[in-house]
């Protein structure tokens, strides 16, 4: 039996080792390891491939929007919008900060927060004056948090809408979409670049992974970018003054020699994402719609830019069985996510509106093997195997 892992950082190293290990082994000569040029000139490089906002280094992901929410001085009283169907970190830094969470349900489609719910809250639940948009329990909704999960944007025209009728900022969660595009009515955008914040996560896994943890906040607004430089320098500024209080989220020089190493086979690796995905939907078509494949809502008018299969999640009732048979056949899958957020215990203290579409989500999605290292070989392998299921 051959073994098809989920995913293999491994293979990935050993096509770069050396020359990384060249980038690493000058970082340490310098022995300058925090922030310094290494760190800025990867700030520049990502800034160019997301309508150049201001990129801002940061320890990880989570604490890009952590420093974003500080930036935006989110605290108690405030709310927060967001999808349930996500990583915990996206509700996870609004809960430290003191913030209620409001969870609005996701597109069955595209797992995506709902433009349509979104709209619905705010108009149906909310009440809107000159000082903004209030819950039902008064607390001032601060920011919505629009997740571009698995890689595919979020309606962004849709949501950018909204939230600028109720005057509400957007903080794009692009922590899985580096290099997606959206075709927004302005013209081609980049996740992370098309509303007025945003953030990338560059955890090991990532279609960009670094060493270790590794994000980047991004901002269109430059007054925004000088707060986020310190907020995550402790708040100082200048030397041991400090105004606000912030926190040490300061991107490592050796990470960012490592990513800046691995940002020009960006482009290539997802194309090979692609190439894998379609590959998949080919061979799932004649199974739907027992399982249905992701969508790419973007594909007619920008072709494979629109979706970067950070993931590729396939729908199905007989989800648990699927998992048990690949499984048997050395296939590894994940699950992502089994319990949504509005029903973890430690946020039932905040505000859910029903979110069915979620919950059938968290039962029904199941992660195929998706990177660009993986053979044809193994792809048949698991395009196979799952075929084998479904023609039981
Ligand atoms: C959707 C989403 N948001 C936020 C994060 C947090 O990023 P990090 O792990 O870099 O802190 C992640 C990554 O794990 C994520 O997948």
Known sequence: MTFVPF???KRQFRSLRDDILGELTAVCDSQSFILGPKVEMFEKAVSSICGDRHAVGMSSGTDAELALLMGLGVGPGDAIVTSPFTFFATAGCGARLGVKLVFVDIDRDTFNLSAKRLEEFFSTDCTFDERGLRTSDGLLVKAVIPVHLFGLCCAMDEILLICSRFRVPVIEDAAQAIGAEYPSSNGLKRAGGIGEFGFFSFYPTKNLGAFGD???????????ADRLKVIRNHGMEPKYCHDVVGGNFRL???QAAV???KLPYLGAWSERRWEIAQHYRTEFGEFAPALQSPVEPFRESIG??????HQFVVRTAKRD???EHLRALGIGTEIYYPIPLHLQNCFAQMTAKPCPVSESAAREALALPIFPELTDAEVEIVAKGVGSFFKK
């Open 7 to 9: 995913f293999d950082l």
């Open 214 to 224: 590794a994000g980047m906040a991004l901002a269109k607004d430059s007054a925004m």
């Open 252 to 254: 490592d020089a050796l």
């Open 259 to 261: 990513l800046l190493k």
């Open 304 to 309: 494979n830019r629109g979706h970067t299969y």
């Open 321 to 323: 069985e699927l998992r």
